[in-house]
């Protein structure tokens, strides 16, 4: 029932931007906090950023601080991850989730790399 697709991944250079996209389906997407993970070939899924429910608060990891924003179009049941002054080691799949660890979509590969 809870889908999650995530799109906007690609390849970029060092320096660019990307905007990842994140269409919920299957629940009440506005009554929930959402979140988007990474993970790069052979680590562990790491947490990225938070967002509440109405978007009034947001939480990001150290690394990606200045650099991410995320936000939500509650009416539109879409998640959102702006990227900013991409490095290499942002390079992961990227996936979205509603908590919990469970419902998640396919992702979406970014790749930064000259």
């Known amino acids: 029932q809870v889908q999650l697709v995530e799109s906007g991944g690609g390849l970029v250079q060092p320096g660019g931007s990307l905007r990842l996209s994140c269409a919920a389906s299957?629940?009440?997407?506005?009554?929930?906090?959402m979140y988007w993970y990474r993970q790069a070939p052979g680590k562990q899924r790491e947490w990225v950023a938070t967002i509440t429910s109405s978007g009034e608060s947001t939480g990001y990891t150290d690394s990606v601080k200045g650099r991410f924003t995320i936000s939500r179009d509650n009416a539109r049941n879409t998640l959102y991850l702006q990227m900013n002054n991409l490095r290499p080691e942002d390079t992961a799949v990227y996936y979205c989730?509603?908590?919990?660890?469970?419902?998640w979509g396919q992702g979406t590969q970014v790749t930064v790399s000259s």
């Open positions: 299957g629940f009440t997407f506005s009554g929930y906090a």
């Open positions: 989730n509603r908590g919990f660890g469970r419902y």
